[in-house]
């Protein structure tokens, strides 16, 4: 498929996933959360495809937010059913999926492009990196997803404090709070992305994916992680992945994990 605004490039089972809008940082509008899904679904699907980098055109933003423009006609109903789509079509589906998704934040990080990186199982910065949620200077509330995944990653007071004040943190201070989990150079930064991401590959894909789905249950409310967890594990003993891995190390081998 032709995208109008990524760029999409397959390498060694790494699917690259560009944000290219660079006159406008990068910002999210409909057609680019649009294209956001198709990709990652089809991403999702694709056997092809082991894992998923995200970043942004340029040197100066990952994403530096939503399009403003598009919210000045949106009213209650149009900005709940905006939120809904892009929660349910974009963020979710990343924080979901069955295949490890990590975000190259290079430059500025703010609002929905936060939001996207945050929603991604990992997040590399690079060290002029900033991030923040500075929707309240609108009149808004960060509304795909912001207010629960930032408290979730750095506690309910950092969280407030970053929301209420709109104050932006650097990429050493998000790291200090475990909002990024490495900081590199703008040079290294995609080649750590992919230095985790091929660790990542050689191990068994069902697994991987297991382990996303309970890793996300111990942040769900009225949801017993414990016992997503037992589930999860149980159904790896039905796997041949499972079998060549219990083979390869009682063989003293590396195993070749087929995700099957």
Do not use: W
Request: charged share 25%.
């Amino acid at each position: 498929m032709a995208y109008q605004n990524l760029l999409i490039d397959l390498k060694e089972r790494v699917l690259y996933i560009t944000i290219n809008r660079e006159s406008k940082l990068n910002a999210l509008n409909k057609v680019t959360l649009a294209e956001l899904h198709t990709a990652i679904v089809e991403a999702f699907a694709d056997e092809k495809v082991g894992g998923i980098i995200i970043t942004g055109a340029g040197s100066k933003a990952f994403v530096a937010g939503a399009d403003i423009a598009e919210f000045i006609n949106l009213d209650i109903n149009s900005a709940r059913e905006l939120s809904h789509e892009a929660h349910t079509k974009v963020f979710d589906l990343i924080e979901n999926g069955n295949k490890p998704v990590i975000a190259a934040v290079n430059g500025f990080a703010l609002g929905g492009g936060l939001e996207l990186a945050m929603a991604c199982h990992i997040r590399i910065a690079s060290d002029n990196a900033r991030m923040g949620l500075p929707e309240v200077t609108l009149g808004l509330i960060p509304g795909y997803g912001g207010t629960q995944r930032l408290t979730r990653l750095v506690g309910k007071g950092k969280a407030l404090e970053m929301i209420m004040t709109a104050d932006m943190i650097t990429a050493a201070e998000a790291h200090q709070l475990g909002l990024v989990n490495h900081i590199v150079s703008p040079e290294e930064l995609l080649s750590k992305a992919e230095e985790i991401l091929q660790k990542i590959l050689v191990r068994a894909p069902l697994a991987i994916a297991a382990a996303i789905t309970a890793v996300n249950a111990s942040l769900r409310d009225g949801v017993n992680g414990f016992e997503i967890e037992t589930d999860e594990f149980s159904k790896c003993f039905s796997t041949e992945d499972f079998k060549e891995g219990v083979a390869a190390f009682l063989e003293k081998r590396k195993a070749d994990f087929k995700g099957r």
